[in-house]
């Protein structure tokens, strides 16, 4: 399981900002044990600093 349905966490909680969806992710990540990833968009910038 690497995700929870937030449609139900945001139907059961009401308005959930983009931090604690966040904090629900790492949440998870640490409870699965897994390693710290990248967030897509600085994924891009190292792929355009790499390329440079």
């Known amino acids: 399981m690497?995700?929870?349905d937030k449609r139900?966490?945001?139907k059961v909680f009401g308005r959930i900002t983009p931090g604690?969806?966040?904090a629900?992710?790492?949440g998870l990540r640490l409870y699965l044990d897994l390693p710290e990833t990248?967030?897509?968009d600085e994924n891009l910038?190292?792929?355009r600093r790499?390329?440079?």
């Open 38 to 40: 990248q967030r897509p």
């Open 45 to 47: 910038a190292l792929s």
């Open 2 to 4: 690497r995700s929870i």
């Open 50 to 52: 790499e390329a440079q």
């Open 24 to 26: 629900i992710d790492e």
């Open 8 to 10: 139900r966490v945001v």
């Open 20 to 22: 604690e969806l966040a």
